[in-house]
């Protein structure tokens, strides 16, 4: 059966399944949830062994992927109140009704995923979608192959298909579900593939959720304390071979410690990783043959100053830092998304947060310094998906903080609370009653006007 009508009928199975109302049942959304943790925690060694296949990932950083497990703890415990309808106040001229708001399921959602982190970024969307109440199709991202197939087979063994399904493929396959009407999509991935989905979704007037990416900037004071500075950068920069959305994507740094810095960092990514990163078991690979090219010319930009080295048959690049990089090099031009760092320096904080707004708001913001004026300068001036004061990629972990981007980053949020809401319509109700019918607001309105202005407007 051709693609898109395989998909087209398991659309049509969700759509009957949900028709039945059992995915708004609260416990069996919670049973559901339970077996997605149960698949998750059963299924560690191949979830491990996916992302060491397709990144070369070590077990440690593979365990970020896993964190999934506590986005479903999060919201098995938190069910109950999530789905609950609020009461809220009514205003005078609604007396005698009451009014509440009561959160109910969008239906069928479709959920696409990226590369980078291929299992976390599929499943934590997927907590949200069942929690509120859906039916979901995942696609996992073709790049990451294994990761993928481990995706498919865990949700193949969990859920029954007219309920919750992994369609596995690449582009065409991508296409084939966006040609479908979905109640919500959520798309992973970058700003341009971001446009083709917000396209597809116009036409069925579909609502999305957009977690896209961008240039991440990290600004440093000189007032930092530099270790811990150059640790959090270095870190945060070279996990997964700077393959992370919110790695930052460039160094923005006070003239006057600009030196300091670059020498801790050094420090600091040879602590990690040793001399030789190549030969570290902690230092991931680039994903294909194809982003290994698009980055290894990057490495023409600039002066190398830390790293450089690559190897294409193992898609290795160095963790690399560029010097004397300017704002019109191409490696400043798009999202870098790979572990070559390049520094750019700035007198006056004005400067540089002028800069920072020259160009489209970004996923996450970086700012070092301990000066609590200069951290309120930036938050005030900017604006970004999230911001981290004093690390990096930290407020991507837990469930209070919602993560999503803004402007040509992203729009929507998800994690813990968010992702429930995410994927819920919250509607609007309000009850009245029979015991009584004021004649206020009925025609004739012939000696009405002052008590109906009054109530309406305080006048
Ligand atoms: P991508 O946009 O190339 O692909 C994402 C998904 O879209 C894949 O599943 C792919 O099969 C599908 N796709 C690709 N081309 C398509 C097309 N023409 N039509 C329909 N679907 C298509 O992204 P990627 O390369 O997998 O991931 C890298 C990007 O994702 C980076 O920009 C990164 O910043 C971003 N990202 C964002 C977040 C976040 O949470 N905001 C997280 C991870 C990655």
């Not at 609590?372 to 990629?393: E, F, M, R």
């Amino acid at each position: 059966m051709p693609e898109s009508l395989q998909v087209e009928k398991l659309i049509q199975q969700q759509r009957q399944f949900f028709a039945t109302g059992q995915t708004k049942n609260v416990n069996f959304r919670r049973e559901q949830l339970q077996r997605l943790k149960q698949v998750i925690i059963d299924h560690q060694g191949d979830i491990i062994a996916g992302v060491k296949a397709d990144l070369n990932r070590p077990e440690f950083e593979a365990y970020f992927e896993i964190a999934s497990v506590s986005e479903v703890n999060y919201a098995i415990k938190h069910l109950k109140s999530w789905t609950k309808p609020k009461k809220v106040r009514t205003s005078l001229d609604q007396f005698p009704a009451s009014a509440q708001i009561c959160p109910e399921p969008l239906g069928i959602v479709l959920i696409i995923g990226p590369w980078n982190y291929p299992f976390q970024l599929m499943i934590s969307p997927l907590v949200g979608a069942i929690a509120a109440g859906n039916c979901a199709i995942l696609k996992p991202s073709e790049i990451a192959a294994n990761t993928s197939k481990v995706v498919a087979n865990m949700i193949r063994e969990t859920f029954d298909p007219a309920y919750i399904a992994a369609v596995e493929g690449g582009v065409e396959t991508s296409q084939a579900l966006l040609a479908q009407k979905f109640d919500h999509i959520f798309f992973t991935g970058g700003t341009k593939i971001g446009q083709i989905v917000m396209e597809a979704a116009a036409k069925n007037l579909t609502p999305v959720t957009l977690e896209l990416g961008g240039k991440s900037p990290c600004v440093v004071e000189s007032d930092v304390q530099l270790d811990y500075t150059a640790k959090r950068i270095a870190w945060g920069k070279f996990i997964n071979a700077g393959q992370t959305c919110i790695a930052p994507d460039y160094l923005l740094v006070k003239r006057e410690i600009k030196n300091d810095l670059l020498e801790k960092i050094k420090e600091n990514i040879q602590a990690f990783y040793g001399e030789n990163p190549e030969k570290s078991p902690d230092y991931c690979r680039i994903i294909s043959p194809r982003q290994f090219d698009r980055l290894a010319d990057f490495l023409q930009n600039g002066k190398v100053i830390i790293g450089g080295q690559t190897n294409p048959e193992d898609q290795y690049i160095a963790p690399t830092v560029l010097d004397q990089v300017s704002w019109d090099d191409p490696v400043m031009q798009e999202e870098i998304f790979g572990p070559i760092l390049p520094v750019l320096e700035y007198n006056d904080l004005g400067e540089a947060i002028s800069q920072i707004n020259a160009r489209p708001k970004p996923l996450a913001l970086y700012f070092f310094s301990k000066d609590k004026a200069k951290q309120q300068q930036v938050l005030q001036n900017t604006s970004s998906g999230g911001v981290c004061l004093n690390d990096t990629v930290m407020q991507f972990s837990g469930t209070y903080l919602p993560f999503g981007g803004v402007g040509e980053s992203g729009m929507g949020s998800y994690h813990g609370k968010a992702s429930f809401d995410t994927f819920s319509h919250y509607k609007s109700v309000l009850k009245n009653t029979f015991w009584i019918d004021l004649q206020l607001r009925y025609a004739p309105y012939k000696g009405k006007v002052y008590l109906i202005k009054k109530i309406l407007t305080g006048l």
